[in-house]
């Protein structure tokens, strides 16, 4: 009923990592398969590492962090969300100035860090489908996924702005490397075509998951891992890179943060190739850390499904966090009057 | 005759006497009311009034100067026109539906014997203890297009096609008023089970037929409970979020949605709470229609 229980869903969970004197640090991410993957990967090593008690939390949005900073309560430390985020968090001074005499960015991936925020793992909305009722003739571009003749079946897309406005665009026949400056009356106009064929939209990574297995979806526009998630578990899903509208998560320190030193430390650990490739090798995402196939973590075939790898990566288009920063708040108003319509 | 003179005198005398004590009496008793009376007064003023006036406020404020950027954006912009008309059409059709479908089951609660009344007011009561959650996605589960409620419908052949029962506005008003009929049941029941039913023997006994019994007599004296009850409901479907999130597959948005989009879209509080302030004047717009065609003192429950 309340927007903080369900978008927050803040359920504290505890590590004891150490029974003497650990000092404890607040981690907040999204929740699901992908927290299990980053306490495996990241929190549980660097925790004993560091000897740091955990804290976590999972949110979806800022939403708590702004308050925090509000009202000068402050007790998140680390957090993770999508680029877009941490860049619009970053422009209106919700987090530290992180100190890169401490956090070693030569590996990370050019576009990836900022003086706010630094990358984690790097993911994908990507055009996937059920094998079962749509692989015979599976959709191939956004503008097949647009083309509800020739491609039936039913369709579910994410309700948001971000990623839907570009995939409207080249659905439209905007060339991928034309997307941006995202022209916002097109982009709404061929969502308005496609919009009475979408049976659901979807809002959390959980939800697209559930939509595939039990809500009757045929195609989806859904993030790459959620879907490899789901096809493990023996759905029969399937997706292309094809199109994808790549972008990737990141990590800031809240400001005023009373582990802020401590905090800066652990980003120095967060981004090193070995903790990264940990996490693409659990999860498929892609990492924002350029040499985590030299850690030998990462098995030849995993390597190709990665969204990184460089065959993917040539038919997918980086999602451009500056454009958002510059025109979010004024293309999320034209897109939640889109779905009011 | 100075007899009755002078007795009278006396009790004028006492009457006299009596005023003081008595005022003071009355005093302390009002002081006492005050005194029992002030820990709720401090307690709504704290946690209702003042962070209600706060809301109002930020409304007004952008960039830390008095401003109506967050009206005008709701009056350029005319999604808010129709996520405002969406919320109250389903909060008004969740009521209607749970004052129809919890009338006669808290008529037959009240009905009921010990044994089967805590039974089946127990049953009633069991879905507060599930979380909201889970009940949510159970019902997508059910309605959904291969889900046991459409197997089940192809089973009787009644349509070719699967029902459209999830993803829109039908499935969120099936959760919802899932979650509500309680809310409703509840306060009804209390006024229906303390109904003095002899009164019901006294019209039939004055010649009314049952119909005109239950009409005339046992509905308009359940009237504070059904309002009570519906007033209820309706204030709280207004707020509803996770329900038309998950139920209404992104094709049903209500003012809660709104709200949390705009937090997030923002930096300014004021782009949610002014949503808040028109969804809270709105809210008090549509019980003052109510009020007005049921007569007010009805819809507040003052009538016996």
């Known amino acids: 009923m309340r927007p903080a229980a369900f978008l927050a869903a803040a359920v504290s969970l505890t590590i004891a990592t150490s029974a003497v004197a650990a000092e404890k640090l607040s981690y907040v991410t999204s929740g699901g398969v992908y927290l299990e993957n980053i306490k495996k990967a990241f929190l549980e090593p660097i ?122 665009l080249m659905a439209d026949g905007v060339p991928p490397e034309k997307v941006y400056p995202i022209d916002l009356d097109r982009a709404i106009a061929s969502l308005r075509k496609i919009k ?55 990590w800031a320190i809240v400001k005023g943060s009373k582990k802020g030193d401590l905090s800066m430390r652990v980003l120095a650990e967060f981004v090193k190739a070995e903790y990264q490739a940990e996490m693409s090798r659990l999860s498929n995402y892609g990492a924002a850390n350029t040499k985590i196939l ?5 098995s030849p075939e995993l390597a190709k499904r990665l969204p990184t790898a460089p065959d993917n990566l040539k038919r997918q288009i980086f999602a451009n966090p500056e454009w958002w920063v510059q025109n979010g708040a004024k293309a999320i108003e034209r897109f939640d009057q889109f779905m009011a319509e | 005759m100075s007899d009755e ?130 009940r949510t996605y159970a019902w997508l589960v059910l309605l959904s297009s291969n889900g046991p409620i459409n197997s089940f419908v192809e089973w009787l052949s009644i349509t070719d096609k699967p029902l459209e029962l999830v993803f829109n506005e039908t499935g969120t008003v099936i959760g919802m008023v899932h979650v509500m009929l309680p809310f409703f049941i509840l306060p009804l029941y209390s006024v229906i089970k303390s109904f003095d039913w002899s009164l019901i023997q006294a019209a039939s006994s004055l010649g009314a037929p049952p119909i005109s019994a239950f009409a005339r007599v046992f509905l308009p004296l359940s009237l504070p409970g059904l309002v009570a009850g519906a007033v209820l409901v309706f204030v709280q479907s207004l707020g509803f979020f996770v329900t038309p999130a ?37 809210a008090f717009g549509v019980l003052a229609i109510a009020a007005r065609m049921l007569g007010l003192e009805r819809t507040f429950g003052m009538t016996r």
């Open chain 1, 294 to 298: 030299d850690t030998g973590k990462i």
């Open chain 2, 246 to 282: 998950v139920l209404g597959g992104g094709n049903v948005t209500m003012v809660s949605m709104k709200i949390a989009s705009n937090v997030q879209n923002y930096f300014e509080w004021g782009a949610s709470s002014a949503f808040g302030v028109v969804l809270l004047i709105s």
């Open chain 1, 196 to 250: 009475p064929k979408i049976k659901a939209w979807w809002l959390s990574g959980a939800e697209s998951q559930q939509f595939v297995k039990e809500g009757g979806i045929d195609m989806i526009g859904a993030f790459n891992a959620r879907m490899d998630s789901v096809a493990s578990d023996g759905a029969p899903i399937t997706y292309t890179f094809n199109q994808g509208i790549l972008d990737f998560g990141c």
């Open chain 2, 5 to 134: 003179a002078s007795s009278a005198g006396a009790i004028e005398g006492a009457d006299n006497v009596n005023v003081r004590p008595l005022a003071l009496v009355a005093r302390r008793e009002r002081l006492l009311m005050i005194g029992l009376f002030s820990p709720a007064f401090l307690l709504m003023a704290t946690f209702v009034v003042l962070p209600i006036a706060w809301l109002f406020y930020l409304s007004f404020v952008d960039n830390a100067q008095f401003s109506t950027v967050h009206y005008s954006r709701m009056i350029e912009y005319s999604s808010y026109y129709k996520i405002l008309l969406t919320t109250l059409r389903i909060s008004i059709i969740v009521t209607v539906i749970c004052a129809i479908a919890g009338y006669p089951v808290a008529y037959l609660l009240a009905q009921l014997a010990p044994p089967w009344s805590i039974i089946c007011l127990s049953l009633v009561v069991i879905p507060f203890w599930t979380s909201l959650l889970v």
């Open chain 1, 47 to 168: 925790g004993k590492k560091l000897d740091i008690e955990w804290t976590i939390e999972t949110a979806d949005n800022d939403t708590q962090v702004r308050v925090q900073v509000a009202s000068g309560n402050v007790t998140y430390d680390i957090v993770e969300f999508g680029a877009s985020q941490c860049a619009l968090g970053a422009s209106q001074g919700l987090y530290e100035k992180l100190d890169y005499s401490i956090i070693n960015n030569t590996d990370l991936a050019p576009g990836s860090f900022s003086d706010y925020y630094v990358g984690s793992t790097v993911f994908s909305i990507v055009i996937a489908w059920n094998t079962k009722t749509a692989g015979a003739n599976p959709p191939q571009s956004w503008a097949d996924f647009w083309n509800t003749e020739k491609f039936p079946g039913t369709r579910s897309l994410r309700k948001t702005a971000r990623g839907m406005l570009e995939a409207a």
